[in-house]
């Protein structure tokens, strides 16, 4: 079982719909919680990162994190075709040093209809 | 501010040749990463490299190797290519130790790689 995972789809959507993407995660340990978006041909880009456990909202975008199930979610609300990526989750557990463990989802990806 | 730089973005290689990749962090980050998406695999993580040390290396073999310089920036260097080498590899930069308790990875747009 790996330690993250990640629904690849493809996932298609009609624009200005709610978008759920979600990852699941077996190590207990995992403190911190990321999204990452990547655009075809580019290096993914930091969307959000959280620490606890509830909802983190910058903009559009809204992560969940539930560690009592070991879930963690990203919505995108009123979607729009500029959203159409992959997008990864990844979680770190600070082992002493810096990231010492960071585990990222093999990515799902996302196209908006227009 | 400018981000993480990788040069060249692309780049094809012959199986057996010896390649050299770079990156240039952003200011004030200590610490770089090396990670590699080969198609279908997602994000392999490569080496970790803080203060001009390597930090941790991932499970690939010694022809993979690299170095980070004074001014923080790294090279990976990949010796006796083989097809399978063919992937995009990326480099990340982050804050190191004693700059906050937690900082994120930002990456660069990468290098593609290809073997033939």
């Known amino acids: 079982q790996k330690e993250v995972e990640q629904d690849p789809g493809p996932l298609s959507v009609p624009e200005g719909a709610i978008v759920s993407l979600n990852c699941t995660y077996s190590?207990?340990?995992?403190?911190?919680f990321m999204w990452y978006r990547q655009y075809s041909r580019k290096g993914p880009e930091l969307l959000m990162y959280t620490y606890s456990s509830g909802n983190k909202e910058d903009g559009r975008f809204t992560a969940q994190v539930d560690k009592s199930s070991k879930y963690i979610s990203l919505f995108i609300r009123d979607s729009q075709p500029s959203d159409s990526a992959t997008y990864l989750c990844a979680m770190s557990v600070i082992l002493g040093f810096g990231n010492e463990k960071l585990t990222f989802g093999t990515g799902t990806r996302l196209t908006i209809i227009p | 501010e400018a981000g993480v730089t990788q040069s060249p973005t692309h780049l094809i290689k012959t199986r057996g040749q010896q390649v050299t990749l770079r990156c240039s962090p952003i200011s004030g980050h200590t610490s770089v990463y090396w990670y590699q998406q080969a198609l279908g695999l997602g994000l392999q993580f490569l080496l970790w490299y803080d203060e001009g040390e390597e930090r941790n290396r991932g499970n690939f073999p010694p022809r993979f190797s690299g170095r980070q310089f004074p001014n923080y920036s790294s090279e990976l260097n990949v010796n006796a290519l083989e097809l399978e080498d063919s992937a995009l590899y990326l480099c990340?930069?982050?804050?190191?130790?004693?700059?906050?308790?937690?900082?994120?990875?930002?990456f660069g747009n990468g290098t593609r790689l290809t073997v033939t």
């Open positions: 190590n207990s340990a995992f403190q911190y």
């Open positions: 990340a930069s982050s804050l190191g130790e004693g700059q906050g308790d937690f900082s994120p990875l930002h």
